[in-house]
């Protein structure tokens, strides 16, 4: 079994987030036992942030057993269609990141609707990149994931399980 790690569940680890460490770090080492982990490139640039050496970031990903694997032309094209797919329904709703469900969302002066834009292209680069080279996906962002990345199974932290 190979897992995708998604950046927040990392930098609840590293940072701590006390709401969710527990839970991240225990989703992490289960995954861990049972195959192999690996992440993109864009979470490796993001985790990047927390660090003030590339050796201690890489020291970090070599201890925890976390392998970097580069995108290729598919995951990148994955990415793109699911993009794509945001821009047309992005000025139409707005969706919980936790469950997906959309939610209205308008100025409280007017009552005109406000569409901000709630992802940017590195989520999509993530999601494509955990369906084309993982089984599942460890994220607290499962509504977003299971949304646009339809057969990508999510392992969120917070239920310790699966979802498809």
């Known amino acids: 079994m190979i897992s995708a790690i998604d950046t927040n569940v990392l930098l609840d680890i590293l940072i701590p987030n006390t709401k969710y460490v527990g839970q991240s770090l225990e989703s992490v080492s289960k995954a861990g036992e049972e195959g192999s982990l690996i992440i993109s490139e864009i ?5 990047s942030s927390q ?4 050796e201690s ?5 070599s201890e925890a057993t976390i392998q970097l694997v ?5 995951s990148l094209w994955e990415a793109g269609c699911a993009w794509r797919e945001y821009i ?18 308008s100025c409280p002066h007017c ?3 406000i569409y901000p834009r709630q992802h940017l292209i590195s ?17 607290r962002d499962r509504g977003f994931y299971r949304r646009y990345f339809k057969g990508l199974k999510i392992a969120d932290p917070t239920r310790m399980r699966i979802h498809r």
């Open 43 to 47: 979470v490796y640039a993001e985790l």
């Open 51 to 54: 660090f003030l050496k590339e």
């Open 57 to 61: 970031l890489k020291r970090f990903l």
């Open 70 to 74: 580069t995108s290729d032309e598919l």
């Open 88 to 105: 047309r329904r992005r000025h139409k709703e707005v969706a919980c990141p936790a469950c997906g469900k959309s939610v209205p969302f």
């Open 111 to 113: 009552g005109r609707p």
């Open 123 to 139: 989520d999509f680069l993530i999601g494509a990149h955990a369906k084309v080279f993982a089984d599942r996906l460890i994220t």
